[in-house]
DNA sequence: TGAAAAATACCGTGTTTACGGGATTTTATT
DNA sequence: AATAAAATCCCGTAAACACGGTATTTTTCA
């Protein structure tokens, strides 16, 4: 029989644990070994390197949730960490996987996702719950690729541009002189229609121009 | 009872398509509606709008699939898109992503995820199979967040800048004179460790530090 | 209440930008 | 061979930037 996967719960609300808890309860091939109010009692304890699986709330007391992601991750690299979090902003769900969360479930809808994302993690995956990945899905989607056209040195210009080195320096690496770039340049603003170089840059990150 | 999820496949490899329809039909509460070979058959075909999932691959012949999803969604806005691929390529990933799939799974181990895939996006969610998720979360990560603190003021200034405005424009905007900006300026620079305007739009966009 | 941090403001100088204009040479493209 | 597109270069000017310094007021917090 395969062993089955361990699963610790970091949470301060206790009838939110509690329904957690019945709901692994449900899931035959999961167990909860252990169960934490704060990140601090969590990292203290030594059951952290056999689990499998911890599942974290954002608003704890002492270390935030996603503050502890990387201390969690330092005892155990393989530990695969879903939120479980009220919080929806783009920003908490951005920087959880920044930190190297592998799901983001909202308290709201997790019980209809956690046995899917807990199957899901243990092979690998990611998962979230809806509204979360609509964020993912509207961070990749933001900007309609541009349809400009730039010339090929123009694209090196810009290239060079967004590094935020200056005209003359960007003449110098590309051997020509700094009436050239500064020709290149006036062109490129006008083909995005932007008036300054950060403008420029912006625009060359956010659509994918080179 | 509740109604089954219609599935469309897309894919012109027909043992992998038979391997697929097989792996459906196993799933009790799927059911694979139509079939076809190519983006364009299926787009001519009228069996979109009834369709709940698009299971789709990216080398076709004629239209590729990226570039088929556009073109799916604007037939049925509602349909939920799964890439099924043999290509792992980032760039695959992200475009794909871009174009609005809601999933992207591996044609290597497509089959353990697929009923997970279908009923995680059927959910509202998405879901990518091991190694997609792996660079999803490496796309986010890549940027260590930075541990410089700027006070609110110069948070405010700086987001200002990295619009592309002038120093000028941002004393306006703030209702501050130019030489506060100026002054605000020089110290996110110095603790940004840069030396230009472009430099510290790249940090803020890039750390997420606002 | 007292010290530290933050926000405010000004000056001066040399550098860089933005942008108008015009012009020549090189490289496709048909 | 002719035309268009791209790449090269220069001039001039007003505005903006980078950066050094100094200094006052306001806020915060121990």
Redesign the pocket.
Known sequence: MEKKVQIILVEDDMSFADNVKSCIKEIPESSLCQQYISCEDALNSNSLSDADILLLDINLPGIDGLEGIPRFLQINPELNIIIISILNHDSKLFKALQMGAKGYLLKTDCFMHLKTAIQEVMLGGMLFSPQMAAKVLKYFKRKPLLKVKL????KEVLKLLKTGI???EIATKLQ??Y??V?????NI?KKLHV???VQAAKVAMESGII
């Open positions: 010339t090929k040195r123009e200056s005209k003359k020509i002189s009436g050239t500064d020709s290149h340049v006036k603003y008036k300054s170089n």
